[in-house]
């Protein structure tokens, strides 16, 4: 088993930065593990990055291309997602997930999830 635990979330102003953490135990070897989010009012969650276990390959949702940067440090067992210029939209729950897959595995090949921790941007 994999026990996820998301951090980082709260409310800032539009342009301004967060950094996300997602601290895994249990089983987390050869997992590669991925962001989602979930805004509010929407009834599924969309991927926002995955990185491998190795580290060497990563995968961004167009939206957040160029502004989100997804890193891990196998040593601490965690994942950063730092997000950079925030925009009101980017507003959501944050859930970490872990998976036996590449970084582009579709969603529900995510068999782990975290409990999600709280974005909002305001304008």
């Known amino acids: 088993q994999v026990q996820l635990v998301e951090s980082g979330g709260g409310l800032v102003q539009a342009g301004t930065s967060l950094r996300l953490s997602c601290a895994a135990s249990g089983r987390t070897f050869s997992r590669s593990i991925g962001w989602f989010r979930q805004a509010p009012g929407k009834g599924e969650r969309e991927f926002v990055a995955a990185i491998t276990w190795s580290g060497s390959s990563t995968h961004y949702a167009d939206f957040v291309k160029g502004r989100f940067i997804i890193s891990r440090v196998n040593f601490e067992n965690t994942v950063y997602l730092q997000m950079n210029s925030l925009k009101p939209e980017d507003t959501a729950v944050y859930y970490c997930?872990?998976?036996?897959?590449?970084?582009?595995?579709?969603?529900?090949?995510?068999?782990?999830w975290g409990q999600g921790t709280q974005v909002t941007v305001s304008s």
């Open positions: 997930a872990a998976s036996y897959g590449s970084a582009t595995a579709p969603l529900d090949e995510y068999d782990y």
